[in-house]
C-alpha cells in the first residue's frame, strides 16, 4: 500500500524553526513536494525536489528560509522551515508524483498521492 506519512509541525514564535517529515511507503516516485493551505485560501506550492539527482524548487515566498531535502536509504522526504514568519500559518502537504515531468512541478493536479497534511502556526 502507498502511503506519504507526515510529521512534524505545530506552534512556532514567529523567527523561529521547524521541520517537516514526509515518509514514502510503497513505491518510489519522480518527484515530491510541499504545498500548504492558509484558512479561507487555495492550496499553493511551496517546494519541490526531483528524487533522482536532487534539483529543488522554492516559491518565492520561502527561497532563502526553507530547504527541501530527501533521504533516498530512508524515502524520507523534508522541509525545514527557519525565519518562519504569520503569514507561514497554513496546513502543510507533502506530495509525490510519479511522472518526470519537472516542468509541472508547481502544478498540484501533478501529483499522484497526497500526505494528510499538518498544520503549521506561527504566533507573531
Known amino acids: 500500500q502507498v502511503q506519504l506519512v507526515e510529521s512534524g509541525g505545530g506552534l512556532v514564535q514567529a523567527g523561529g524553526s521547524t521541520r517537516l517529515s514526509c515518509v514514502v511507503s510503497?513505491?518510489?516516485?519522480?518527484?515530491m513536494a510541499w504545498f500548504r493551505q492558509a484558512p479561507g485560501k487555495e492550496r499553493e506550492f511551496v517546494a519541490a525536489?526531483?528524487?533522482?539527482?536532487?534539483?529543488?524548487d522554492y516559491d518565492d515566498s520561502v527561497k532563502g528560509r526553507f530547504t527541501i531535502s530527501r533521504d533516498n536509504a530512508k524515502n524520507t522526504m523534508a522541509l525545514q522551515m527557519t525565519s518562519l514568519k504569520p503569514e507561514d500559518t497554513a496546513v502543510y502537504y507533502c506530495?509525490?508524483?510519479?511522472?518526470?515531468?519537472?516542468?509541472?512541478?508547481?502544478?498540484?493536479?501533478?501529483?499522484?498521492?497526497w500526505g494528510q497534511g499538518t498544520q503549521v502556526t506561527v504566533s507573531a
Open positions: 525536489i526531483m528524487w533522482a539527482g536532487g534539483t529543488t
Open positions: 506530495a509525490a508524483g510519479r511522472a518526470s515531468r519537472w516542468y509541472r512541478r508547481r502544478v498540484d493536479d501533478e501529483y499522484d498521492m
Open positions: 510503497g513505491r518510489t516516485f519522480s518527484t
